[in-house]
């Protein structure tokens, strides 16, 4: 039988809704991430900042708490707000994440959670 950990980082807020992260031998899943900082408190700005400042920095968070690193993430679904930010959030996704890039994934949803304007999740080695 495989073992199944559960992981919350300890530099993130945890919700009892959800682990920040299951791992499983050989993967690790990472709940999505909002741009909330460690308090929980939606960090204001544009996408820019909102990927750049928080979204990423949160699945780093997770990513060390699970040791892992972005070397090792395979996939990333990307939710938007607005696909008018699709173009930006490029931009900033190359400068953030490292070459090669993993799979990806991006779509436009109805409504986030804290009717924020992304959330990132992943899935790592």
């Known amino acids: 039988m495989s073992e199944v950990q559960k992981i919350n980082s300890p530099d993130r807020p945890t919700?009892?809704?959800y682990s920040?992260?299951?791992k499983i031998p050989g993967l690790i899943f990472l709940s999505g991430?909002?741009?909330v900082d460690s308090a929980g408190n939606v960090v204001p700005g544009d996408i820019k900042r909102s990927?750049?400042?928080q979204?990423?920095?949160?699945?780093?968070?997770?990513?060390?708490a699970a040791g892992s690193s972005w070397d090792k993430v395979v996939k990333v679904n990307v939710y938007l707000k607005s696909m008018d930010d699709f173009?930006?959030?490029n931009e900033e996704y190359v400068k953030l994440l490292p070459d090669p890039k993993p799979?990806?994934?991006?779509?436009?949803a109805g409504k986030l959670p804290g009717d924020v304007d992304i959330e990132i999740e992943a899935?790592?080695?």
């Open 123 to 125: 899935i790592a080695a």
């Open 51 to 53: 990927l750049q400042a």
């Open 87 to 89: 173009t930006t959030m």
């Open 20 to 22: 920040h992260a299951v």
């Open 55 to 64: 979204c990423v920095s949160n699945l780093t968070d997770v990513l060390k």
């Open 15 to 17: 919700k009892p809704m």
């Open 103 to 108: 799979a990806r994934t991006c779509i436009q």
């Open 33 to 35: 991430q909002t741009p």
